[in-house]
T-cell receptor, first 113, second 110 residues
Framework: DADVTQTPRNRITKTGKRIMLECSQT?????MYWYRQDPGLGLRLIYY???????NKGEISDGYSVSRQAQAKFSLSLESAIPNQTALYFC????????????FGAGSRLTVL | DAKTTQPNSMESNEEEPVHLPCNHS???????IHWYRQLPSQGPEYVIH???SNVNNRMASLAIAEDRKSSTLILHRATLRDAAVYYC???????????FGTGTRLKVLA
């Protein structure tokens, strides 16, 4: 099994729908991140969490919310999806007790029609 | 947040060394330099990181300028499987968040 698992891997939805992308990890890391990637562009940080009670906005948090249900779970929600939120979303984890290296999931491709 | 600047694309011949540059002129004294790469249709993966001294691992080497305002990722013998987008990013002091740029797309020619 993958260290960082994202579900769903692919999702097509309509404008205005609520969408949740889930991320779970088995690495025991405290830190978790959500990134967004648009075609031909790099990754942009949406939200990050350093522990269950610590959640921070990243570069592009507008239109998104997150929930850290447990150390191992970090969910990203789009309350009312819009077409320009069509993108590839990545979850990542890191361990500050080590080198704080990022481990990424395989990605969730979201299409908003 | 300190930013990094990389060339948009580079080409290399297979079996030859590749030097991927990165400028980070506003780096802070305790910011770590990290390199990741993203293979087609995959999530980014860690390559190497360093603070002041040059670093080597099984994947690559990292050369850091004495003033730390630039660094170079060195792939000693490029293979077709090294074709990817390479990201140079800084682990920012205080916030400890990772800000990615657009990276360098490396094309390896057979």
């Amino acid at each position: 099994d993958a260290d960082v698992t994202q579900t769903p891997r692919n999702r097509i939805t309509k404008t205005g729908k609520r969408i949740m992308l889930e991320c779970s990890q088995t690495k025991g890391h405290d830190r978790m991140y959500w990134y967004r990637q648009d075609p031909g562009l790099g990754l942009r940080l949406i939200y990050y969490s350093f522990d269950v009670k610590d959640i921070n906005k990243g570069e592009i948090s507008d239109g998104y919310s997150v929930s850290r249900q447990a150390q191992a779970k970090f969910s990203l929600s789009l309350e009312s999806a819009i077409p320009n939120q069509t993108a590839l979303y990545f979850c990542a984890t890191s361990d500050f007790r080590g080198a704080d290296v990022l481990t990424f999931g395989a990605g969730s491709r979201l299409t908003v029609l | 947040d300190a930013k990094t600047t990389q060339p948009n694309s580079m080409e290399s011949n297979e079996e030859e060394p590749v030097h991927l540059p990165c400028n980070h002129s506003t780096i802070s004294g305790t910011d770590y330099i990290h390199w990741y790469r993203q293979l087609p249709s995959q999530g980014p993966e860690y390559v190497i990181h360093g603070l002041t001294s040059n670093v080597n691992n099984r994947m690559a080497s990292l050369a850091i300028a004495e003033d730390r305002k630039s660094s170079t990722l060195i792939l000693h013998r490029a293979t077709l499987r090294d074709a990817a987008v390479y990201y140079c990013i800084l682990r920012t002091t205080g916030t400890y968040k990772y800000i990615f740029g657009t990276g360098t797309r490396l094309k390896v020619l057979a």
